[in-house]
């Protein structure tokens, strides 16, 4: 699936899973396997609780803190915004794709309930069920364990711990929907 990401179509995709399955380790991987082949890669994490991006007593939180709607940071090294939502609804996903730079992919962790095309990271051991059985948009799964006998003939099962298969997998997916 592609999405508006800086103005142009890029494909998308959400890395999702329970808790403790081994999601953000995968991402790591995927971001430096593919950055390293000249890829460029946005990456937007979702989270349930308040994230705190700079030291509380640093010029840019007390400004932020002092009633600044946006600060902007930067440096030689790197640029980020903060953006204070003081009680405003959370940006959209696809609020939050259009601040994105262009890129060649565009990952998602945490979102989980949208209808994007997702990779599930499922490792039984967590004793959690596995989210396939009721996302339609789950198009692979990558786990430690065999392939069930009753997987639904559209999804990909992918050995986890053969993660060269998952970047193939990620890979065709780029340009599938390119």
């Not at 601040?99 to 994007?116: N, Q, V, Y």
């Not at 989210?131 to 789950?138: E, S």
Request: charged share 20%.
């Amino acid at each position: 699936m592609q999405k508006f990401v800086g103005g142009q179509l890029s494909p998308v995709l959400v890395v999702t899973g329970t808790s403790g399955s081994g999601k953000t380790t995968l991402l790591e991987f995927l971001i430096t396997s593919l950055a390293a082949e000249g890829v460029r890669i946005n990456m937007i994490k979702h989270s349930h609780h308040d994230i705190e991006l700079e030291p509380p007593r640093k010029d840019s939180a007390r400004l932020r803190l002092a009633g600044a709607a946006e600060v902007m940071v930067a440096s030689p090294y790197r640029v980020s915004i903060v953006q204070e939502l003081r009680g405003a609804p959370e940006p959209t996903l696809e609020q939050q794709l259009a601040r994105m730079s262009p890129a060649d992919l565009t990952l998602l962790e945490g979102f989980k309930s949208d209808p994007i095309p997702k990779l599930e990271v499922y490792r039984p051991e967590v004793g959690k069920p596995p989210l396939y059985p009721h996302d339609p948009y789950i198009y692979a799964v990558a786990s430690d364990q065999a392939a069930p006998a009753e997987l639904p003939p559209h999804l990909v099962w992918l050995d986890l711990n053969q993660r060269a298969s998952v970047l193939e997998w990620v890979r065709n997916y780029c340009k599938e929907s390119k």
